[in-house]
């Protein structure tokens, strides 16, 4: 695996302090939303005890979230100034948050309650995580965008392994609720960290230039639709997120009922997968210099079916070899997966103007979701029939498909560099003749 040592050396936009604040906020705020995903279900369970069903509610709480607000909360990105936007959001979640350690100290605390805290921390995440994508353009330049998001999705890398880590034993050191609290301090420190970034912020458009939400939502698809690259990047995040929807719900089930492996052994497996993202992250550049943009996108795509296929061959004999497979899942997959978020990231906001960045990426986060979503109920629909293994085959191949899908199109031989000037005012007719270039 080869890899950028300017990852860890102090230079680039390690120099730029602006982009440290936003990356210590950005960061943070990823360290808060993991630990959230994982101490809400705690709760529910052992503070609550509550029933299986009611713990998949309250996860599809989340996902629906996104759904109902994503091409919405695009518009919003764009017609107001992304810093506030951040800084507003994290505040919220950890007002939200705060209450459901506050209700447990006073023995009011039900499962009602940890519905809507899901809900709306997964509305306030949307805004943020669509703001924050939107955000990076504007506070470097465009060749700085893949040192950037490397650098971005490399420490999250580490912050999701870090929250995996630290929910379980918070929860178990402070009660599920307690663990919370903390929860709540890590957006404060987002906010404040991103509200110390001194750059200034291009102004949004006027008001009286703005459309209707509906016409300007609309903008924004066809932006996707009439530009081939944006579509093929579309249809292959689609085809992986429908197949992490697939097999993302049976993996525990798999390893935990039919290969045997307990929660502890499943914990150390997992946080190889942390690492190895990172490991990813730094290397998302070079493979971007030697296989071009669509290319590394391509390639990573491949790595992360490859790797689940891996998984699905695990025997159930021979625990040795078992455990051997479930890491070379993490080995393969993960990293494949983080080189191609972060190629295709950067190409997307290279492509994007800037007054449709929101909408654009609320675009694809909207498809991801809706996807990963038909993902678990096709899940759901199977799983009983051919059983977790089959599912895990046929999840990774929906992702090979995606990388095929990418690897057969103009996108491979295209780069970063094929650029549409983000301050140009980008009409239909735009779109057909910069898409015909290719």
Known sequence: MHYNPAMFKFGGLWKHPDFVRLWAGQTVSVFGSLTTGLALPFTAVVFLDAAGWQVALLATSNVLAGISVGLFAGVWVDRLRRRPIMIATDLARAAIIASVPLAA?????????????????????????ISYQSYLPTLVTEE???????KLTGSASVAEAGAFGAAGWLAQLLTAPGAMVIDAVTFLVSAF????????????????QRETVRAEIVEGLRTIAHDSRQRTMAGSWMCMSLGTGMFGGVIIVFVTRDLGFSPGAQGLIYAIGGVTSLLGAMS???FRRKLGAGGAMAFGMAMGGAG??????????????????LIAQQVISDPGWTIYDINMVSLRQSITPDRLMGRVTSAFRFSGLVASLGGSLLTVAIIGPVGPRWVLVIGAVVSLLGALLVFLSPLRKADAEIAIDP????????????????
Not at 433 to 438: G, I, M
Request: proline residues 7%; negative net charge; charged residues 15%.
């Open 105 to 129: 100290l006073f023995d009011v605390l039900y499962m009602p309650q940890l519905y809507v805290v899901a809900f709306a921390t997964g509305v306030l995440t949307t805004f943020f995580d």
């Open 144 to 150: 700085e965008l893949l040192e950037g998001n490397s």
């Open 193 to 208: 960290s991103i509200a110390g970034i001194k750059t200034d912020e291009p102004p949004p458009a006027p008001a009286e």
């Open 284 to 286: 998302a550049g070079w």
């Open 308 to 325: 689940v296929l891996a998984m699905a061959g695990a025997p159930t004999s021979m625990l040795w070899l078992a455990a051997l497979m």
């Open 423 to 438: 301050k140009a005012t980008l009409t239909h007719t735009h779109i057909v003749e910069v898409t015909d270039e290719l």
